[in-house]
Nanobody, 121 residues
C-alpha cells in the first residue's frame, strides 16, 4: 500500500527556511505526479504545490509562490519542499500526497502522517 513518510518540520522564526522531505514506498514513485498539502490549525486541508512525474512542471498556491520550491528525486523516491521566508501564516501540518489534482484534496489513503511546521517569534 501507499506509504509516505514526511520529515523536516520544526519550530522556526519568521523569515527562516525549512526543507521538508517525503520518502515514498509501496508504489512506483516515478509514475505519479505528487503534491504537498497542509492543514492550518482550525481550518481544512489546503493544497500547496504539485510537481509532475519528471519534475519539469510545478504549480504553487498563490500565497507561497516565490517562497516555496517543490522538487523530487525519482531515484530516491523522495519529494521535497523547500520553504523560504516563512511566515506565521505558514504554520500548519504539511502532508505529501500521491495526488495531482490541485482542485481537489487527497484522501487519507493517499497522504502521509504529516510533519508540523510552526513559524513564531
Amino acid at each position: 500500500q501507499v506509504q509516505l513518510v514526511e520529515s523536516g518540520g520544526g519550530l522556526v522564526q519568521p523569515g527562516d527556511s525549512l526543507r521538508l522531505s517525503c520518502v515514498a514506498s509501496g508504489f512506483t514513485f516515478s509514475n505519479y505526479g505528487m503534491s504537498w498539502v497542509r492543514q492550518v490549525p482550525g481550518k481544512g486541508l489546503e493544497w500547496v504545490s504539485r510537481i509532475n512525474i519528471a519534475g519539469t512542471s510545478t504549480d504553487y498556491e498563490d500565497s507561497v509562490k516565490g517562497r516555496f520550491t517543490i522538487s523530487r528525486d525519482n531515484a530516491k523516491s523522495t519529494l521535497y519542499l523547500q520553504m523560504n521566508n516563512l511566515k506565521p501564516e505558514d504554520t500548519a501540518v504539511y502532508y505529501c500526497a500521491k495526488w495531482w489534482n490541485k482542485n481537489s484534496l487527497p484522501p487519507l489513503s493517499s497522504r502521509g502522517q504529516g510533519t508540523q511546521v510552526t513559524v513564531s517569534s
